[in-house]
């Protein structure tokens, strides 16, 4: 069972930063946070990941917690693109990635 | 960049027949994950591979098999399909090396059964 509870859906207007919760009370503490997203039956994109510091690369931002229990992926602008089911996942070096509902982010115009 | 292949992207099958999926990782990637996505569901992971040997086993039916090649490569081996088999098929590939733990899917392979 997927480890992680998210919303199932959100909107965010086109331009605007979309932020994504994501709660893993469980989390030990060499697991990471794994953010991934699926565009209509496409192959799962990778976004980003973290152990317990915020990060940031291109395409978002993850901030942690400073007691790992979750996590918030920041959209910073979001477009008609970005309309996807994304993913939090909580896994350690090594373990396989498991998939729980997501949440279904429609970007509006 | 290189991503992770899958081949043949779509495949029709009928019923009791078997099918053999492909993936070819990310270079120098080692390890392998094959899922599988049903209509309107979530990707469950089947099976996964590092160094060519089985590493962890999630829902895969008796029927398929699957593999890691020497050059990395991995086949997943279907028999005696049924129609509950159809579904998206989705390879990932990862690396042991420095700190990058992240994996990267392939487009997936559209399987259906007839």
């Known amino acids: 069972d997927a480890k992680t509870t998210q919303p199932t859906s959100m909107d965010c207007a086109e331009g605007r930063a979309a932020n994504l919760p994501c709660n893993h009370s469980t989390i030990s503490g060499n697991e990471y946070v794994y953010w991934y997203r699926q565009i209509h039956s496409q192959g799962p994109q990778y976004i980003i990941h973290?152990?317990?510091n915020n990060e940031t690369n291109e395409m978002a931002s993850l901030i942690i917690t400073e007691d790992r229990k979750s996590s918030t992926l920041i959209l910073p602008h979001a477009t008609l693109r970005d309309t996807a089911v994304y993913y939090c996942i909580v896994g350690g070096y090594g373990q396989n990635f498991v998939f729980g509902p997501g949440t279904r982010l429609s970007v509006l115009p | 960049a290189a991503g992770v292949i899958q081949s043949p992207r779509h495949l029709i099958k009928e019923k009791r027949e078997t099918a053999t999926l492909k993936c070819y990782p990310i270079?120098?990637?080692?390890?392998v994950y094959w899922y599988q996505q049903g209509p309107g569901q979530d990707p469950q992971f089947l099976i996964s591979f590092y160094e060519k040997m089985q590493s962890d086993k999630g829902s895969i039916p008796d029927r398929f098999s699957a593999q890691q090649f020497s050059d990395y490569h991995s086949e997943l081996n279907m028999s005696s399909l049924e129609l509950g088999d159809s579904a998206l098929y989705f390879c990932a590939s990862s690396t042991t090396l420095g700190a990058r733990t992240e994996a990267f899917f392939g487009q997936g392979t559209r399987l259906t059964v007839v």
């Open positions: 270079p120098r990637h080692d390890t």
């Open positions: 973290g152990l317990k």
